[in-house]
Nanobody, 114 residues
Framework: VQLQASGGGLVQPGGSLRLSCAASGSILRINQMGWYRQAPGKQRELVAVLGGGSVTYYGDFVKGRFPISRDNAENTVSLQMNSLEPEDTAVYYC?????????WGRGTLVTVSS
């Protein structure tokens, strides 16, 4: 499975960014897709993961700011990040997960700064 992410960049506090990720290769019908992030000096943490049946898991810090969506036909997942804060600065990693394990994208940098 290969993952291609896009949409990172620099944004001011309070602004918005949209991350997208496309999966290709050996995609199984039952899977989860989503996002984790890793800030400098911190462990990688859950942002949001969405299963094929619309079961969704969010990190506690999200607090409704980052709705996640997916297109099962296109094998894509998107993360709409709103009300961004400097603490959201991190490398965001796209995830594809099925019974074989976790597959990760290369990561896209999101910087929230004035």
């Amino acid at each position: 499975v290969q993952l291609q992410a896009s949409g990172g960049g620099l944004v001011q506090p309070g602004g918005s960014l949209r991350l997208s990720c496309a999966a290709s290769g050996s995609i199984l019908r039952i899977n989860q897709m989503g996002w984790y992030r890793q800030a400098p000096g911190k462990q990688r943490e859950l942002v949001a993961v969405l299963g094929g049946g619309s079961v969704t898991y969010y990190g506690d810090f999200v607090k409704g700011r980052f709705p996640i969506s997916r297109d099962n036909a296109e094998n894509t997942v998107s993360l709409q990040m709103n009300s961004l804060e400097p603490e959201d600065t991190a490398v965001y990693y796209c995830l594809y997960r099925d019974y074989r394990g976790d597959f990760w994208g290369r990561g896209t940098l999101v910087t929230v700064s004035s």
